[in-house]
């Protein structure tokens, strides 16, 4: 009996050494994958970048919950751009040098992007960029998330050409992206034989447009290309209906316009049978994007979901992918890893361009409906290879046309207010 | 299981090699699994990476092909020699391609777009104008001078990048496709042509296809099995755009199904999904794939290896250590078993020894495992050690063993001899001794039972006791038994009880019972032990009966004695009052009378005496023939007429010492007594001698109450055919007072008695009622000679001064009547009435006295002790006995001491005095000695 027990206790000492051992091996703590998600949580860009902070912490707590990469967590570290370029240059200064972390998820205003950019490529560090935007641009240090202009502008501008007419009014927020949208289109209008009957910008944070509406019914374009970004949307829409416009008579073609913008909308009327162009929309019926509607709105309740979230959601995606690809969290690495992976997302396959670092992206074209979604009415048959630089300029010429806007802007990307805000803004053509 | 385990417990080897089979083999097995498996996933992992490094260069290369090929179109493009070309074909077209203006085109620009062609390795070339009339190609196939927008060729790959180039101002290429022209897959790249910010058309070229595969069928680094595999995504399947390497038809021919079990690389590659794992080939072959989506071409691709190819090189490091673990495995058990042996070995070899101590062998050595130097050989020398003390010890067991096997033996042989002993007893006891159970059976007796009741042993084992007890006992037993079950009220305890038995023959005898219990095994036994008494009561009541004559005897004696004494007294003062009355005659008379009556008394006491054994003898040798031829006379005159005497005497007869008289007495008395019984009838009287030898058989077997010696006998019988005697008479015959006959003193046959025990001889009675009476006696023959002293008659002694005597006696008569008569003869008296007087007397008187006559029967000192004392004081002064017992009697003890002389009482005065004159004057005794 005694044996018996001495026996089956060295069994039993055996078998505890080996799991301890094995424990000790295998449960080595491993330190988290450190992220960076830089958005702004107050401001004027606030409405539209926490719903991209979220739909990022969203899929970083997917991560998580499926074990995380490469044996870690990933930690997320949100910081506030305040919608102030100052800020966001210094948080992500704060991010790279100070937290360390591998990558940065962030930016929504090409002139926040702009700041920051420098940065990235002093540290040669690792952005993914999830909103669309005007081009002109490829940076080693930037993922490309959102659309070059060939894969939004250009296609809309086109399609609403074909559709409504050639005559166009352009009009736009007063800082980088909308500028360099309006020259594109109007390079693009020259060559498709169309014209730009009118352009205007307003500043952010603006909400008198009664004149410009005054302009657009005294002009009557077919159709106006709007690139105004953040709630001056809401006064303009409501301005336009007030002026007796309405979707038929002025259609307007918006380019920053999305589904959670809608939601801040005070009259449905006022946006319904406008339009825009974006890659995704809540209303594309896949099953990647009713799991990911599922998800998101479980989290944070009963929000609309617009392609920035998307791109952003996607972006940590494809960012893990590159991660277990390279097997690694080293931020050089994983730029050279992420240039070769692909999804399937909500908006479709997403692949990046080795040669731009720009998302391969299938073209969208909505109509408002009133339950404030779109309807897509058009859609390119295929992912659209990226084109940061369109064929009809040079790239010399993009070059010195944003210089000179950046000079105009005391070095900004946005126009300053230089007067109170009760004033007339001025209004400022483009000077190509 | 339990005796499994309880046969590996038996052995220390078997536990040890237990012990490794289930820890040391699986803990190595388990770690080689560990090793194996951490070494085949890091195998895995990097032909995954290798893997996916040649997936990513080949799509990088298949991408850096287009994206060249897009680089191209846009460079050629933008040369001023393409547009200017397509501005001259443009207007020339419009004229009709075999317009001469065309044709002068044509020939001008042909070379160029050639030279570009062949270099780039292109399939052919188009101009398209922005109306979508193909304006020109090279090859001039059917497409040519078609419309895109209108013409056959409008849905069309061509026509699809035409439009988007055109529309989205951007070059672009398409995927491949069957492209009905060419009779081929073709694939084309377009770009719009931009002239002054305006699009004036497009320039679209088309893939040499052939030359795409061969890029895409590069399968270096992919071994012999390796293949990349190309795809295009369709609603429910993957069709297959490039040739395989094991199928180089597979291009637009073959097709993989959603559905299909191994679609999911294809599937997921070309939906924009990367992936790598082990799968299963459309082959069916397992292989290791990695897979990832072409953007430019909207393709999946997976590239694989066969795994048996990708592992191959781990398979021969896997089979290496498979066997360097499987031959380390065998070679550390085969150590561990040789090392276990040799541990074991000694521990064996003392198991064995313990063994063969236990088996008793005796030459066991363990001197081999002695010099071991670990436990093993402590052990040993423990063992060693233990094993000579066990020796030792085992030898003085034996030692004991064969002392207690000695005793042992002489204890059983003591037991055996002790058992026969009893067995013995029992069975040769006289005593019967049988057991009987509580219900009265009789479960075992000895053969003294059967001897006593005359039965066989199987007769009465299992019988009832009853069966051995007379009619009138039976119930008595029964109470008894009954009472003692019920009660345990015993009856009998160890005590004998005379009853009576029955035998077979129904004979009732006397029986000594003792009964007593015993339990023998928890049974109650009673022990019965049966003595047949028959012989002994017949004994006894001889005994008894010789006793009761003796002490009649002894009666009998004292009475005679007493008598003597007094008629000494009587006798002495007759005689002497006749002395003194010599004149008167009536008073003599008288006297005389008083004489005569005395002298009757005198011999009716001698009879006494004779019967008592104590009459005075005067022992003479006779011859009793001559006796009986001399009494013949006499004995005739004293019986019936008719009776006749019948002698039948021996004349060799040898003497015998006896006293005549008593002899004569008893032959008198017989004849006597044989007359009377023959009564008034006639009948003969035969009276018989002989000398016979008598042995102690005899003797016993007929004379069994007397003390005979062996010897030579004489026998006188005196018979008679009288009326004879019954058994009760018989019985009685000898004792006194006993009579038959209404007269007489019933002293007869009881005198006769006496003097025949007096002469040593006995006496024997044979009778038969009707037929007749025989005496028989045994007389011992003499073996020496007597001389007889004859009593002398009277003679005067005359007076004279003769000295002083001392008498000392406790009877005052015979003191005074002593005193007087030897008075008469002289003499001073001096007297003392008993020993003590009679000894202070003689100190204080010693000079004067001259003899002492001395009474033997004396209260305080007897006549003997008196004696001594005198004889202390004066040695030779004559002391004279005198006792009314005879004379051989009264001397015996004094023979050798000095007595001078005996004097019978009665006595006459005249006899004391010529006794004690005599004595004085011879000085020495004149009795026999």
Known sequence: MKKSIFIITSICITILSITALSLFFYQKELPPIKVGILHSMTGSMAISEIPVMQATLLAIEKINAHGGLLGRQVEAIVVDGKSDEITFEREAKRLIIEEKVSVIFGCWTSASRKTVLPIFEKYNHLLFYPVQYEGLEQSPNIIYMGAAPNQQIIPAVNWAIQRFGPRIYLMGSDYVFPHVANWLIKKQANALHASVVGEQYIPFNHYDVKKIIQEIKRLQPDFIMNTINGDANIAFFHALREEGLSAKDAPVISFSLGEAELAHMHDDQDITGHYAAWNYFQSIDSQENRDFIRAYQKKFGAQPLSDPMEAAWASVHLWAKAVKSAQTDNTESIRQSIVHQSILAPEGVLSIDKKTQHAWKKVRIGIIRANRQFETIWSSKNPIRPAPYPLIISKPEADMFLSQLYENWDQHWTQPVIKKKNNHFPMQKSQL | ?929
């Open chain 2, 1 to 929: 299981m339990k005796n499994i385990l309880a046969s590996i417990r038996k052995s220390i080897f078997n536990e040890l090699m237990v012990l490794v089979t289930i820890i040391i083999i699986p803990l190595s097995l388990a770690l080689s699994a560990y090793v194996f498996s951490s070494f085949n996933q890091v195998t895995h992992q990097l032909q995954l990476a290798s893997l996916g490094s040649l997936a990513t260069a080949k799509a990088n290369t298949i991408n850096q092909y287009i994206d060249n090929h897009l680089n191209h179109t846009e460079t050629l493009s933008m040369i001023p020699s393409t547009k200017m070309a397509f501005k001259g074909f443009d207007l020339s077209f419009q004229q009709g391609i075999d317009s001469k203006e065309y044709q002068r085109i044509q020939s001008t620009y042909d070379p160029f777009f050639r030279r570009y062609l062949a270099h780039w390795n292109y399939y052919d070339l188009f101009l398209i104008d922005a109306k979508g009339n193909i304006i020109y190609s090279i090859k001039h196939e059917k497409d040519f001078a078609t419309n895109l927008h209108t013409g056959a060729y409008r849905n069309s790959d061509l026509s699809k990048v035409f439009q988007q180039s055109l529309n989205m101002l951007q070059s672009n290429n398409s995927t491949f496709s069957f492209y009905e022209p060419s009779q081929e897959a073709a694939a084309f790249v377009a770009t719009p042509i931009i002239d002054q910010g305006k699009a004036i058309g497009v320039l679209a070229l088309q893939f040499d296809t052939d030359a795409f595969y061969d890029v895409i069928n590069n399968l270096i680094g992919l071994g012999q099995t390796g293949e990349i595999v190309i795809g295009q995504d369709f609603p429910d399947k993957v069709l297959l755009t490039a040739p395989l390497r094991h199928d180089p038809d597979a291009a637009f021919q073959r097709s993989i199904s959603h559905s299909a079990s191994n679609a999911r690389p294809i599937r997921e590659g070309s939906q924009g999904k990367t992936g790598s794992g082990i799968i299963i080939d459309w082959r069916g072959e397992e292989a290791i794939a990695v897979w990832q989506y072409i953007p430019s071409l909207k393709w999946g691709m997976v590239v694989k290896i066969d795994t048996e190819e990708a592992f191959n090189q781990w398979g021969y490091i896997e089979k290496n250590l498979i066997g360097l673990i499987g031959i380390s495995l065998l070679l550390g058990s085969f150590l561990l078993y040789l090392f276990t042996r040799h541990v074991t070995k000694p521990l064996r070899q003392l198991t064995q020894i313990s063994h063969d101590v236990a088996a008793g062998k005796q030459s066991v050595k363990v001197d081999g495992l002695l010099h071991i130097n670990n436990e093993v050989g402590v052990l040993a020398n423990a063992f060693s050690k233990m094993l000579q003390q066990s020796q030792h010890s085992k030898l003085a067991l034996e030692d004991t063993v064969n002392r207690l096997a000695e005793s042992n033996k002489t204890l059983d042989q003591r037991v055996k001899e002790q058992i026969e002993h009893i067995q013995a007893i029992v069975e040769y006891s006289s005593d019967g001794i049988l057991t009987m159970d509580q219900h009265g059976e009789i479960q075992s007796l000895n053969p003294a039972i059967c001897h006593i009741f005359n039965y066989e042993a199987h007769e009465l084992l299992g019988q009832k006791i009853t069966k051995l007890i007379p009619e009138e006992y039976r119930g008595q037993h029964q109470d008894a038994l009954q009472q003692y079950q019920r009660n345990g009220q015993k009856t009998l305890n160890n005590q004998s009880l005379e009853i009576e038995g029955l035998r077979k023959s129904g004979e009732v005898f006397p029986i000594d019972l003792s009964i007593n219990e015993m339990h023998v095994d928890s049974n109650m036994l009673y022990l019965g032990t049966i003595r047949d008494i028959t012989n002994y009561n017949i004994k006894r009541e001889k005994i008894e009966h010789t006793q009761r004559l003796e002490s009649l005897g002894v009666l009998a004696g004292g009475i005679a004695h007493d008598f003597n004494n007094l008629l000494t007294v009587i006798l002495g003062n007759a005689a002497l009052a006749k002395i003194k009355m010599q004149n008167n005659q009536d008073a003599d008379d008288l006297l005389n009378n008083i004489e005569t009556a005395s002298e009757r008394a005198a011999a009716l006491c001698k009879q006494m005496l004779a019967y008592s054994g104590k009459g005075k003898l005067v022992i003479e040798n006779i011859n009793l023939t001559t006796l009986l031829k001399e009494m013949v006379n006499l004995l005739e005159v004293s019986i019936q007429k008719k009776i006749s005497i019948h002698l039948d005497l021996s004349e060799h007869l040898l003497p015998i010492s006896a006293d005549t008289a008593q002899i004569q007495q008893v032959i008198m008395n017989l004849v006597i007594n044989a007359s009377e019984a023959i009564d008034d009838k006639s009948g003969i009287i035969t009276i018989h001698t002989e000398l016979i030898d008598v042995d102690l058989s005899y003797i016993q077997s007929i004379y069994s109450q007397d003390d005979l010696q062996a010897g030579q006998y004489i026998n006188i019988e005196v018979s008679d055919t009288g009326c004879g005697m019954d058994k009760k008479t018989q019985a009685h015959i000898f004792e006194p007072f006993f009579t038959t006959k209404f007269t007489g003193r019933g002293l007869g046959m009881s005198a006769i008695l006496g003097i025949v025990r007096g002469h040593q001889g006995a006496i024997k009675v044979y009778s038969e009622k009707g037929k007749g009476t025989t005496f028989k006696i045994l007389l011992p023959c003499s073996s020496e000679s007597h001389h007889v002293i004859k009593t002398s008659h009277t003679e005067v002694i005359e007076y004279q001064e003769r000295g002083t005597i001392l008498v000392v006696d406790d009877e005052e008569g015979i003191r005074e009547m002593a005193g007087m008569a030897l008075k008469e003869a002289g003499f001073h008296i001096i007297y003392a009435n008993d020993g003590t007087e009679g000894v202070k007397a003689f100190k204080k008187h010693q000079k004067d006295i001259c003899a002492v006559l001395l009474d033997m029967t004396m209260p305080n000192l007897n006549g003997e002790e008196v004696f001594r004392a005198i004889k202390l004081i004066q040695t030779n002064i004559p002391v004279i006995l005198s006792s009314g017992y005879n004379e051989q009697d009264a001397t015996k003890r004094f023979i050798g001491k000095g007595l001078a002389g005996f004097i019978q009482k009665p006595y006459s005065p005249h006899a004391l005095q010529k006794k004690v004159i005599d004595i004085l004057k011879t000085g020495v005794t004149n009795f026999s000695e």
